[in-house]
């Protein structure tokens, strides 16, 4: 029995550790609301607490069909981005200009206001929820 357990450990240990939510904190989570199904943006500072370097790899919401990771360029054009690194005690903003989130396809209605959860996915499997609150189309 306790050979068992000891495998049974042994397997499941690295599982466990990626079961550990990632050492982040996000601040400043906004969203920028606009009328019908047009793409919103969104933005957050994402601060890595943690000695490892993180890679973020996605994003999700169930208030939205599709939220993709973007960077706008110095030429005005927008392009996907699949993967951030955020160093060691390192942080990486998104904003208006810069990195930024577009989220599209909207599952239902949203009001100024309201909190809208938004879940950060990581290379190592990780994940971390935060609530992003929907502002009006001149937020600054």
Same mark, same amino acid.
């Given at each position: 029995?306790?050979?068992?357990?000891?495998?049974?450990?042994?397997?499941?240990?690295?599982?466990?550790?990626?079961?550990?939510?990632?050492?982040?904190?996000?601040?400043?989570?906004?969203?920028?609301?606009?009328?019908?199904?047009?793409?919103?943006?969104?933005?957050?500072?994402?601060?890595?607490?943690?000695?490892?370097?993180?890679?973020?790899?996605?994003?999700?919401?169930?208030?939205?069909?599709? +939220?993709?990771?973007?960077?706008?360029?110095?030429? =005005?054009?927008? /392009?996907?981005?699949?993967?951030?690194?955020? @160093? %060691?005690?390192?942080?990486?903003?998104?904003?208006?200009?810069?990195?930024?989130?577009?989220?599209?396809?909207?599952?239902?209605?949203?009001?100024?206001?309201?909190? +809208?959860?938004?879940?950060?996915?990581?290379?190592? =499997?990780?994940? /971390?929820?935060?609530?992003?609150?929907?502002? @009006? %189309?001149?937020?600054?």
């Amino acid at each position: 029995m306790r050979r068992a357990f000891v495998i049974a450990w042994l397997v499941l240990a690295p599982g466990l550790a990626l079961a550990q939510p990632p050492p982040v904190t996000v601040t400043a989570a906004r969203i920028r609301w606009l009328p019908g199904d047009l793409p919103l943006g969104g933005y957050f500072k994402l601060e890595n607490r943690g000695s490892q370097t993180l890679r973020l790899v996605g994003v999700a919401s169930p208030a939205f069909a599709r +939220v993709e990771m973007h960077r706008s360029l110095p030429s =005005g054009d927008m /392009v996907p981005v699949s993967e951030i690194p955020v @160093p %060691p005690h390192g942080a990486i903003a998104f904003s208006p200009g810069g990195y930024h989130l577009m989220m599209m396809h909207r599952a239902r209605t949203l009001q100024v206001g309201e909190h +809208v959860t938004v879940e950060f996915r990581f290379a190592d =499997g990780g994940t /971390v929820t935060f609530p992003f609150l929907v502002q @009006p %189309p001149d937020m600054q």
